[in-house]
């Protein structure tokens, strides 16, 4: 039972546009979701978070949505740049707390030039 | 510079043998935990420690066991029960339960 769900395996982008990155969750009860960016042979890194009683937190050129009564949630990068191009996990801990974070399957982003 | 490393980068095994994967953190975190990746897969959960001394079991800990006998360390060992070992490995630490994970840079492990 996938409770966290990337449906897009892949996402290309023309530098300089916007990348969407989306992802939806069956369980209401999540009440902190993050994006993590992963490089090849790296780990992931995180990049932005958001608690469930927002809609929404920008960071730089990065901007989290959060549709609740969707159970949406969606990355925005603006403008895209090529040291974007990475695999993107959402994940989201529930409230027992981190150590149930659970995460997509990741969606592989690349911008081209 | 503070971080979580992870030690080999890659590793082969012969079928039957246990390996044992390396993990320290010098964040000075309480948490730690093992992640594993496989191809169009999400990060799966192995085993997590939130004290010294004490782990739990995540949500693919068969064929796995961990030890947590300082902070800084969290080493796994793959054993010969775990049907389906090779796989990207990934360590990760966090300062409490609800803060952002941070992340080794995994060790690819390959049985044959």
């Known amino acids: 039972d996938q409770q966290v769900k990337q449906n897009s395996p892949s996402l290309s982008v023309q530098e300089g546009r916007i990348s969407i990155l989306n992802c939806d969750y069956t369980n209401s009860m999540f009440d902190y979701f993050l994006w993590y960016k992963k490089y090849p042979a790296e780990g992931p890194t995180f990049l932005i978070s958001i608690s469930s009683i927002k809609d929404k937190n920008e960071d730089g050129r990065f901007t989290v949505f959060l549709n609740k009564s969707a159970k949406h949630l969606s990355l925005h990068i603006v403008p895209s740049q090529p040291g974007d191009s990475a695999v993107y996990f959402c994940?989201?801990?529930?409230?027992?707390?981190?150590?149930?974070?659970?995460f997509g399957q990741g969606t592989r982003l690349t911008i081209n030039p | 510079d503070g971080g979580i490393t992870q030690s080999p980068k890659y590793l082969f095994r012969k079928e039957g043998q246990n390996v044992t994967l390396s993990c320290e953190q010098n964040?000075?975190?309480?948490?730690m935990y093992w992640y594993r990746q496989d191809p169009g897969q999400g990060l799966r959960l192995i085993y997590y420690s939130q004290i010294v001394n004490d782990f739990q079991k995540g949500d693919i800990a068969e064929g796995y066991s961990v030890s947590r006998e300082k902070k800084e360390s969290f080493p796994l060992t793959v054993t010969s029960a775990q049907k389906n070992p090779t796989a990207f490995y990934l360590c990760?630490?966090?300062?409490?339960?609800?803060?952002?994970?941070?992340f080794g840079n995994g060790t690819r492990l390959t049985v044959t």
């Open positions: 990760a630490s966090s300062r409490s339960r609800d803060s952002p994970l941070h």
């Open positions: 994940a989201a801990i529930p409230p027992g707390g981190a150590q149930k974070l659970v």
């Open positions: 964040l000075n975190h309480d948490a």
